[in-house]
């Protein structure tokens, strides 16, 4: 009787590819449920569960990215600094004129599993505002992103 065997990765053995994202017009959760995707490695067949097996993600034009309806108004970040009364709340628009690339990196943030690996993974993205990146010798591979467009 033949048997199979299941293909465990090895972390010496896995080679991680470069994906790049434009996200200009992208809508935030189409996109960053498909980051996560890549991260993880969940794309390739060589995935396997206890092994960092994902790509690194270049995101550019992050300042660029949509989000339908009025969510940009309606959205609200809140974090708490540890002092009394220090409940600290930003609206989406707010943080994407300060700071374009924490939209997105919070949007991936909260998709990845919340363990050592899930941190370990997120290492691998690399978000920048405009749409020039300093990964250019990585020789990224350009994902298609009008799947991810808004209709409207």
């Known amino acids: 009787m033949k048997m199979q065997k299941t293909y465990q990765a090895k972390p010496g053995e896995v080679l ?7 996200a200009e017009g992208v809508v935030l959760g189409r996109m960053a449920a498909r980051i996560a995707l ?15 097996t994902g790509d690194f993600v ?20 809140r974090h708490h600094t540890g002092f009394m009364g220090g409940l600290m709340e930003i609206t989406a ?4 004129t300060k700071h374009p690339a924490r939209v997105i990196e919070l949007a ?20 920048y505002a405009g749409p020039d990146h300093p990964h250019g010798a ?3 591979v350009a994902v298609d992103t009008a799947p991810f467009k808004s209709v409207a």
């Open 58 to 77: 270049i995101v550019t034009n992050a300042e660029k990215v949509a989000m339908s309806g009025r969510k940009w108004e309606q959205r609200v970040h």
């Open 108 to 127: 991936v943030r909260r998709m990845m599993p919340k363990t050592r690996m899930g941190r370990a993974m997120l290492k691998k993205l690399k978000i």
């Open 38 to 52: 890549l991260l993880q490695g969940k794309h390739h067949g060589r995935y396997t569960p206890h092994v960092d």
């Open 16 to 22: 991680r590819g470069w994906q790049h994202f434009d």
């Open 138 to 140: 990585q020789q990224p």
């Open 93 to 96: 628009d707010d943080m994407r």
